[in-house]
């Protein structure tokens, strides 16, 4: 669910600056998501749990500010801000979401993924100019990070396969996106889901594709917040609140590539430090 509330704003952004070679940081990032699941669950001493939950609590941003373009677009800002302190509130009450829901709602987002594909090959786009362009080492690097994310998946029995499932349908729908829009067009939209209904002639669609962003961010923006409070802050208390408003403030008033790019580098520090569990273990056995 965390991939599918993204791919509504991550392709614009690393477009922004990679182009068409947006491309290649989603296989990049694709190929490290691969990489990383097979490493052991992170720590819990202090600079893990500190680690781990920063680095979630910036995925619930990008994921409120996903439902606020989509959902709320004339305030989207607020409308991010009230979607983390809901699902906060939520957590706090004692709500948890049960599996065959989780289970119906990734049934949904994976048929609405096939339709997206369906009709962005069925339609011929519009005429393109400018080309694939020089690939940029830098701007693939952030267009990887910026989705690197929400691409790993838990530690656990089958994280290798759901992690390479993951890395397809992000680098197939990245690609008919492309096809569909171009670079320049996706570079510049907000809401580039939006814009991809519209270019393939299915604008009658939006409110559906409405619905189908609030099923892919309210649900992985809670899901992600109760892991994480569960995981690394599992008294709650003060620190949990105050984490809550700053990132509600983030969601509203922090721009979307800032927040991709501090989520990124949180996954790749998480990363580094699973890599850590594993040698330490390897030389303890």
């Given at each position: 669910?965390?991939?599918?509330?993204?791919l509504?704003?991550?392709?614009?952004?690393?477009a922004?600056?990679?182009?068409?070679?947006?491309?290649?940081?989603?296989?990049?990032?694709?190929?490290?998501?691969?990489?990383a699941?097979?490493?052991?669950?992170?720590g819990?001493?202090?600079?893990?749990?500190?680690?781990?939950?920063?680095?979630?609590?910036?995925?619930?941003?990008?994921?409120?500010?996903?439902?606020?373009?989509?959902?709320?677009?004339l305030?989207?800002?607020?409308?991010?801000?009230?979607?983390?302190?809901?699902?906060?509130?939520?957590?706090f009450?004692?709500?948890?979401?049960?599996?065959?829901?989780v289970?119906?709602?990734?049934?949904?987002?994976?048929?609405?993924?096939?339709?997206?594909?369906?009709?962005?090959?069925a339609?011929?786009?519009?005429?393109?100019?400018?080309?694939?362009?020089?690939?940029?080492?830098?701007?693939?690097?952030?267009?990887?990070?910026?989705?690197?994310?929400?691409?790993?998946?838990?530690?656990?029995?089958?994280?290798t396969?759901?992690?390479?499932?993951?890395?397809?349908?992000?680098?197939?729908?990245?690609?008919?996106?492309?096809?569909?829009l171009?670079?320049?067009?996706?570079?510049?939209?907000?809401?580039?889901?939006?814009?991809?209904?519209s270019?393939?002639?299915?604008?009658?669609?939006?409110?559906?594709?409405?619905?189908?962003?609030?099923?892919?961010?309210?649900?992985?923006?809670?899901?992600t917040?109760?892991?994480?409070?569960q995981?690394f802050?599992?008294?709650?208390?003060a620190?949990?609140?105050?984490?809550?408003?700053?990132?509600?403030?983030a969601?509203?008033?922090?721009?979307?590539?800032?927040?991709l790019?501090?989520?990124?580098l949180?996954?790749?520090?998480?990363?580094?430090?699973?890599?850590?569990?594993?040698?330490?273990?390897?030389?303890?056995?």
């Amino acid at each position: 669910m965390r991939l599918a509330g993204a791919l509504l704003v991550t392709l614009a952004a690393g477009a922004a600056g990679a182009g068409f070679w947006v491309l290649g940081g989603v296989l990049l990032a694709a190929l490290a998501a691969v990489g990383a699941s097979r490493l052991p669950v992170l720590g819990t001493d202090p600079a893990a749990r500190i680690v781990g939950g920063l680095s979630r609590l910036t995925q619930i941003v990008v994921l409120a500010q996903a439902f606020g373009a989509y959902v709320f677009p004339l305030q989207p800002g607020y409308a991010a801000a009230a979607l983390v302190v809901f699902v906060a509130a939520a957590d706090f009450a004692g709500l948890r979401l049960p599996d065959l829901l989780v289970k119906w709602v990734l049934g949904v987002l994976l048929a609405a993924a096939a339709v997206l594909v369906a009709m962005c090959l069925a339609v011929a786009p519009v005429s393109q100019t400018g080309g694939i362009g020089t690939p940029n080492a830098a701007a693939i690097a952030v267009a990887a990070l910026f989705l690197l994310p929400f691409l790993i998946p838990e530690p656990g029995e089958r994280s290798t396969g759901r992690a390479i499932v993951l890395g397809l349908v992000a680098v197939v729908v990245t690609a008919v996106t492309l096809f569909q829009l171009g670079p320049i067009r996706l570079g510049l939209s907000g809401t580039a889901m939006r814009d991809l209904l519209s270019a393939a002639d299915a604008g009658q669609l939006q409110p559906l594709l409405t619905v189908i962003a609030v099923l892919a961010t309210l649900p992985a923006a809670f899901t992600t917040f109760v892991g994480a409070r569960q995981r690394f802050a599992p008294s709650g208390g003060a620190p949990v609140a105050v984490s809550v408003l700053l990132a509600a403030a983030a969601a509203a008033f922090v721009p979307l590539p800032a927040v991709l790019l501090a989520a990124g580098l949180g996954a790749v520090i998480e990363v580094l430090l699973r890599v850590r569990v594993r040698r330490y273990r390897g030389v303890h056995d």
